[in-house]
């Protein structure tokens, strides 16, 4: 079995947290956007979901101005389950109830220390499985 990897990619609202995170977390994959300039969150979110499907132990993040763009584009792919997390209690629920393989960060409505915090609930995080795992069927 491939190693685990984890994806990262924002547009530009998200570009300055996506930087910061980068500082903390530098083993990750970081597939753009690498600068200010305005672009398209489902290019990223594109790009990011076809590496996370490359593997099921794969995880991404994503981080747009809210957060809702990106969570719409990366949950039009088979096979990806999306959350917005606007705080850590939700990023580890997403990871517990919803078996999430990629969490959507708001980046104009979140700080870095939230957003690390977030990361790491995230990433500690096992799916329950159990009456989840029958619900995440039905999708
Ligand atoms: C970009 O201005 C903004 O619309 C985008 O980052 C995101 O919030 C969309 O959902």
């Known amino acids: 079995m491939k190693n685990k990897n984890i994806y990262i990619a924002s547009d530009h609202a998200g570009f300055d947290l996506k930087t910061k995170l980068l500082e903390n977390f530098p083993k990750f994959y970081d597939l753009g956007t690498n600068t200010k300039e305005s672009v398209d969150y489902p290019d990223f979110a594109h790009k990011l979901t076809k590496q996370v499907l490359k593997n099921k132990k794969n995880i991404g ?24 997390a606007s705080n850590s209690k939700i990023a580890r629920l997403i990871r517990k109830h919803n078996d999430a393989n990629v969490l959507v960060l708001p980046g104009r409505y979140m700080n870095t220390s939230e957003a690390k915090k977030s990361i790491q609930a995230f990433l500690s995080t096992k799916f329950e499985s159990g009456r989840h795992k029958k619900r995440i069927n039905k999708l």
Request: aromatic share 0%; with cysteine; proline share 0%.
């Open 61 to 84: 993040i994503l981080i747009c101005g809210t957060g809702v763009g990106m969570s719409i584009a990366a949950n039009r792919k088979k096979g990806i389950r999306a959350g917005l």
